[in-house]
Each structure stands twice: as structure tokens, then as C-alpha cells.
């Protein structure tokens, strides 16, 4: 059980048993060094900021910049810091490592293509790809659920959005698995892959200007603003961030969430129980409490100080990496009660799980559609869903920026009626 006393010595970081449970160590933090310089495990040393007002502050700084040109390099860096842009990539030209005006103007572009109307559109195509998905396994009685489900429906769910052919979009499923399994580290199976979604985007959008449809790549095509349109590299590093940042979340959201849920067995009967009565507003409230309770964006992405200024009474000198830890400021006690509670009902919960200010999370109604869909039917078509293993045999995965199980076995009862395979 979690342990979240603040007393003693400070604990240490991105070890396993942080990985596995990080909220002491954040609790601590919070309590005893809210702005805190820390080494990471590629050598670069940042400022993780854990509190609540803290954190929303600097997500909201402009001398905050997400212009890794800003970074004053740290003498012990190893070299691949796990900084975005590191390798200066075209693709990484994207929304997450640009400052104003260049991020206004994209954004406000991707805005018109990307509408909560066009979300709204394609709830159906979300709910079959989460029926075609769960169709395969529901009559063996156990799955793990980050395989079989958690993963594969964002992935086809953003090529479908993004206009990639359905017969192409197994390999994106593909490169994205390499990504999402070797995230971060220096292996060259990373780097093929995201070569090849760099060609494969910039021959597709070239195609969608020759034969333009009603999907997101065309929509971003024909976006413009006061006649300016996007360039083809930055119609392909804009394809390529809403893969990239509408993956591997949607991917821990589904999977923490339905974990969080398995681990919470009253507020699991609570959710069951609204659903089979026709309600949706347990929902959610309950999508938006398991994105503050474990949400996948453990920490936002890398910012760096313009100028020397203060944070949280903590002096930041110019050049310094700033990291906002989203899963700390989001039990922070001062800003919510029982914050290590899974309350489903909460409604005073203004969490920081997709982030604040200009960089807010662009594609969260699509998200909350994705979540609420898979959670929703996971539990209806799956009866007496329970862990097939003990949760101290589960392991997380133990990149930076986000938090996520590699798998969630899971046994059920199955239905007269369900699909054979
Ligand atoms: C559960 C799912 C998701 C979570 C928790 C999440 C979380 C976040 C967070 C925390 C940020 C801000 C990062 C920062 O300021 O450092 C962000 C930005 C962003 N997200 Fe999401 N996200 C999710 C799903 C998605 C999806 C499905 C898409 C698109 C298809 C998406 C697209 C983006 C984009 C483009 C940005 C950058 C916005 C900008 O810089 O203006 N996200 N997201």
C-alpha cells in the first residue's frame, strides 16, 4: 500500500520501486523540496517543480520556453539526453518545441482541422474498433488488456483520423509498437521506425494534396490562415506529433485507468452500476479522476528558463531544463481533498493530467472519447473482470515523461452469445 508519509530522508528517483509506485517519493518532494534539482539518468540535470500552484505556474510561464535551442548544455550529459530535438529532425519542429508567435500560428491552423466537431463525428468508428478489438478474445477468458486493447485503439484510431489507409496502418502499428517498446533509448530500431513514418507521412501528404478527402491530413492541407499555408514539413512534423502525443497516452490511460479500477473494486461496482442504469455522468467525472489519480503524462514535456527568474521562492538560472511533475502537482494536498483517493465522483478537479496554458493538450476531447469508450464497453462486455496476476508482479514501464504497465493480464466469465474465434 502506498505509503505517502513526508517525514525522513529524501527518497531516491527513477529506481524500479519508484517506477512502480512514484507517490511517496513525489509526496516527499512536494513537502520538503517543491523546486527541486535533480540528476537524471542521462545526466542532465533539471528542476523537478511537484506542487500544485507551482506547477500550473510554470506551465503557464512564458520565460518557460519549449525551445530545446534554449537548453544551456550540461557538462554531464551522456549525449542522448532523451531531449526532444536532440537530433534536430524536421519532425521534431512540432507544436511541443515551439514558442509564440511559430506555435500560435500552427496551432491555430491544426484548431480549424481538428474541431471537437470532428471528434464527435467518429464516436461510432471508436466504438467498433473497440468491438473488433475485444470480439478477438472475449471467448478464450483472459487478455491482457494493454495488448489487446489499450494499445491497438489509438493507433488505429489516429490513422483513421489522420486519413491512413486501413491496409497501411498495420505498419504503423508496428513502428509505433517499436517506439512506444524502446521509447527513449538509443537503439537504431527506434530511429528506422521513425524514418520510415517520416517518409511514409511526407509521401501520404502529398498524395492527400493531389487527391484531397473529408480526413485530418487534407483538412491540414487545406487549412490556412490570412492565405498562409502549412509547408509541406510542417504538415508532415504535425502528423507526426499527433501520432506521436495521441499514442502512447491514450495507450496508459486505458491501461492505468482500468487498473486503477480493478485496484478500486467500490468504485469499479459504482461505474458498473451507473452504466447499466443508462448514465454517463459517472463516466465522466471518472475518466478526468483516473487521469488525476495515475494519468500517463507523469511529467510534461522538457521547458527551459529564457532568463533567470523564480520559481516556487526557487532561483532558476537561464538555460536550466524545468520538468513540471503532473502526477505530483495532481495529489497535491492543497489543492485536493483525499488526494490519494480514487474518487470517481469528484468534481472539483481541475487536475493538471493534459497539461495548462498554450501548450494544453490539443487533442483531449479526442482522448476523453477513446477512454470513456474503451473503459466503458471493457466493463460491460467483460463480466467479473479481475487481475490475473498479483499486482506486485506487474511491471511499469520506466521511461520519463510518461507512466504506463508494459501489460495488464486479465481473467473474465464469458457470455452465451459472444463470438467464437
Ligand atoms: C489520455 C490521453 C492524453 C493525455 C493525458 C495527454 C496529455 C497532454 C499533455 C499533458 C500535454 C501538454 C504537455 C506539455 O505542456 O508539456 C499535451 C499536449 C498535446 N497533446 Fe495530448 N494527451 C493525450 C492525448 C492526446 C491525443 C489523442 C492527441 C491527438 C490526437 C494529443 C495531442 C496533443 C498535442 C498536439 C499536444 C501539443 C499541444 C501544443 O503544444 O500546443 N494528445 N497532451
Not at 81 to 87: A, H, L, Q, S, Y
Not at 177 to 199: D, E, F, L, Q, W
Not at 202 to 223: C, M, T, V, W
Not at 382 to 394: N, T, Y
Amino acid at each position: 500500500m502506498t505509503d505517502n508519509s513526508t517525514a525522513g530522508p529524501a527518497p531516491a528517483l527513477f529506481t524500479w520501486e519508484f517506477a512502480t509506485d512514484p507517490y511517496p517519493a513525489y509526496a516527499w518532494l512536494r513537502e520538503n523540496a517543491p523546486v527541486h534539482r535533480t540528476a537524471l539518468p542521462s545526466g542532465v540535470e533539471a528542476w523537478l517543480v511537484t506542487r500544485y500552484a507551482d506547477a500550473r505556474a510554470a506551465l503557464a510561464e512564458p520565460r518557460l520556453s519549449k525551445n530545446p535551442a534554449h537548453h544551456a548544455e550540461s557538462p554531464h550529459a551522456k549525449g542522448k539526453t532523451g531531449i526532444p530535438g536532440e537530433r534536430k529532425a524536421e519532425l521534431m519542429t512540432h507544436l511541443l518545441n515551439i514558442d509564440p508567435p511559430d506555435h500560435t500560428r500552427l496551432r491555430r491552423l491544426v484548431s480549424k482541422a481538428f474541431t471537437p466537431r470532428t471528434v464527435a463525428l467518429f464516436a461510432p468508428r471508436v466504438q467498433e474498433l473497440t468491438d473488433q478489438l475485444i470480439d478477438a478474445f472475449v471467448a478464450d477468458g483472459r487478455a491482457d488488456l494493454i495488448h489487446d486493447v489499450a494499445f491497438p485503439l489509438p493507433i488505429y484510431a489516429i490513422c483513421d483520423l489522420l486519413g491512413v489507409p486501413r491496409e497501411d496502418q498495420d505498419d504503423f502499428r508496428d513502428w509505433a509498437g517499436m517506439m512506444i517498446r524502446h521509447g527513449g533509448g538509443p537503439r537504431g530500431g527506434v530511429a528506422r521506425s521513425v524514418k520510415k513514418m517520416r517518409n511514409y507521412l511526407a509521401e501520404l501528404i502529398h498524395r492527400k494534396r493531389e487527391n484531397p478527402g473529408d480526413d485530418l491530413i487534407s483538412g491540414l492541407i487545406r487549412a490556412s490562415d490570412d492565405g498562409e499555408h502549412l509547408t509541406e514539413n510542417e504538415a508532415a512534423a504535425m502528423a507526426f506529433i499527433l501520432l506521436f502525443a495521441g499514442f502512447e497516452t491514450t495507450v496508459n490511460l486505458i491501461g492505468n485507468g482500468m487498473y486503477a479500477l480493478l485496484r478500486n473494486p467500490d468504485q469499479r461496482e459504482r461505474l458498473e452500476a451507473s452504466l447499466a442504469a443508462g448514465e454517463s455522468g459517472l463516466l465522466a467525472t471518472g475518466v478526468e479522476e483516473l487521469l488525476r489519480y495515475d494519468g500517463p503524462v507523469e511529467l510534461a514535456t522538457w521547458r527551459f528558463a529564457t532568463e533567470a527568474l523564480t520559481l516556487g521562492g526557487q532561483a532558476v538560472a537561464e538555460g536550466d531544463p524545468v520538468l513540471v511533475v503532473l502526477a505530483a502537482a495532481d495529489r497535491d494536498p492543497e489543492r485536493f481533498t483525499e488526494p490519494d483517493t480514487l474518487d470517481l465522483s469528484r468534481t472539483d478537479n481541475q487536475h493538471l493530467g493534459y497539461g495548462h496554458g498554450i501548450h494544453y493538450c490539443l487533442g483531449a476531447p479526442l482522448a476523453r472519447l477513446e477512454a470513456q469508450t474503451a473503459l466503458a464497453t471493457l466493463l460491460r462486455r467483460l463480466p467479473e473482470l479481475r487481475l490475473a496476476v498479483e499486482p506486485g508482479d506487474l511491471r511499469w514501464r520506466g521511461g520519463l515523461i510518461m507512466r504506463g504497465l508494459r501489460t495488464l493480464p486479465v481473467e473474465f466469465g464469458t457470455r452465451a452469445g459472444d463470438p467464437q474465434v
